[in-house]
């Protein structure tokens, strides 16, 4: 069936420091979703793509999809304590409102 | 203000136990999931209802069974819980592919 990898699995960094998770898939996406789930909570949404060689920023966080829409990635500049936990991207599924998840990469962020 | 609870956030149950899993929405949502997270495999999906008594099996229904008799209400049930179902169980709901997830249940099972 349809997979997203992610990597890395987990990163650690200096608090300042820039992050960047990759998203990839073998087939083409319409989409690709973004979550954050912090340490103990759930996934929350952050953000979608659609368009080929989409770029959206949310303050820090910059996310792009790929012009061939095989791959996204989540880059976060000057990291901060706030930004620990773990992103995960999403494709879609076999049937509308079905998702599938990559595996995530968690952030740590050394002080 | 989009809204998902869970039953229990935390949850021990001994190995053989009927289980029961509630989740609840607020927002009219068509579809609702149930996944499974565990260190290293990320989230699994073990079932999900695309309506009313509707219900598909996602990638590890082996050991689950799912309930929707109304459109908030979905419920996992576990016939016989074992040890290797001790996990963190996470329900949720989407509209247009945007899924809603609720806190969690951290399930024990002795």
């Known amino acids: 069936g349809q997979q997203v990898m992610q990597i890395p699995q987990y990163q650690h960094v200096q608090e300042g420091e820039d992050f960047t998770t990759y998203c990839n898939s073998s087939?083409?996406?319409?989409?690709i979703q973004w979550y954050k789930q912090r340490p103990g909570g759930h996934p929350v949404f952050l953000i979608q793509?659609?368009?080929?060689?989409e770029v959206k920023k949310q303050k820090r966080l910059t996310f792009q999809f790929g012009e061939a829409k095989k791959n996204s990635s989540l880059h976060i500049t000057a990291t901060q304590t706030t930004d620990v936990g773990t992103y995960f991207c999403?494709?879609?599924?076999?049937?509308?409102?079905?998702?599938?998840f990559g595996k995530g990469t968690r952030l740590h962020i050394l002080p | 203000d989009v809204k998902v609870t869970q039953s229990s956030r935390y949850l021990v149950k001994r190995t053989g136990e009927k289980v029961f899993l509630e989740c609840v929405q607020d927002?009219?949502?068509?579809?609702m999931f149930w996944y499974r997270q565990d260190p290293g495999l990320g989230l699994r999906l073990i079932y999900f209802?695309?309506?009313?008594?509707?219900?598909e099996k996602g990638d590890i229904p082996e050991g689950y069974s799912v309930s929707r008799e109304k459109k908030e209400r979905f419920s996992l049930i576990l016939e016989s819980a074992s040890t290797n179902q001790t996990s963190m169980y996470l329900c949720?709901?989407?509209?247009?592919?945007?899924?809603?997830f609720g806190p969690g249940t951290r399930l024990l099972v002795l």
């Open positions: 087939t083409t996406l319409s989409n």
């Open positions: 793509l659609v368009k080929s060689g």
């Open positions: 927002m009219d949502h068509e579809n």
């Open positions: 209802s695309y309506d009313v008594k509707m219900k």
């Open positions: 949720a709901s989407s509209l247009w592919r945007t899924q809603y």
């Open positions: 999403a494709g879609p599924g076999n049937r509308d409102d079905k998702i599938i």
